[in-house]
């Protein structure tokens, strides 16, 4: 039986599972080293960086029945102060690359925004899109924060007519 190091840079979660034992709560390092049996232990790494998603809904039809263009930004991170959040995600996440977290992430919020567009006035997501982005990070925050994802902010960043 060899004993290794699993080392993770400042911004990874390093989690030690037993193996073949996924169901018990693992030992998370954030920004260290843990020493693991590779017989005994499967490791499992999440980068805590934060990311970022430009999102573009096309020819959506708003509430009122115009199609409008709209381009945002959305700014997430795998939420890291609480444990409950980070074995979360470990379990949802555990074979993905960041890549692949962002294309979850992506899907999620296009769904999201297109739901929201649906439920307002054109008028009212062009002349205040400061409202449409509270009402789309609202329902965001939520449905993420049941991945182990802590929403930071959504940015409307050009809303036109689409023809």
Same mark, same amino acid.
């Given at each position: 039986m060899s004993v290794s190091i699993a080392r993770g840079g400042p911004n990874e979660a390093v989690f030690r599972y037993r193996a073949n034992d996924l169901f018990r709560e693992p030992k998370i390092i954030l920004g260290g080293r843990l020493f693991y049996a590779s017989c005994?232990?499967?490791i499992v790494r999440l980068s805590l960086n934060v990311m970022s998603i430009n999102t573009f809904s096309r020819g959506v039809t708003a509430a009122d029945g115009l199609p409008i263009n709209l381009d945002g930004l959305f700014v997430f991170k795998i939420e890291s102060r609480f444990? @409950?959040?980070? *074995?979360? !995600? !470990?379990k949802i996440f555990k074979e993905n690359t960041v890549d %692949?977290? @962002? !294309? *979850?992430?992506?899907?999620?919020?296009t769904y999201h925004e297109h739901t929201v567009i649906k439920s307002m006035a054109a008028e009212e997501i062009y002349r205040n899109p #400061?409202?449409?982005? %509270?009402?789309? #990070?609202?329902v965001v925050a939520e449905d993420l924060a049941s991945l182990g994802i802590l929403v930071h902010y959504y940015i409307v960043l050009k809303v036109e007519r689409a023809d």
């Open positions: 005994l232990h499967s444990k @409950k959040s980070l *074995v979360t !995600a !470990a %692949q977290i @962002k !294309a *979850v992430c992506s899907e999620k919020m #400061y409202s449409f982005s %509270q009402k789309l #990070y609202e």
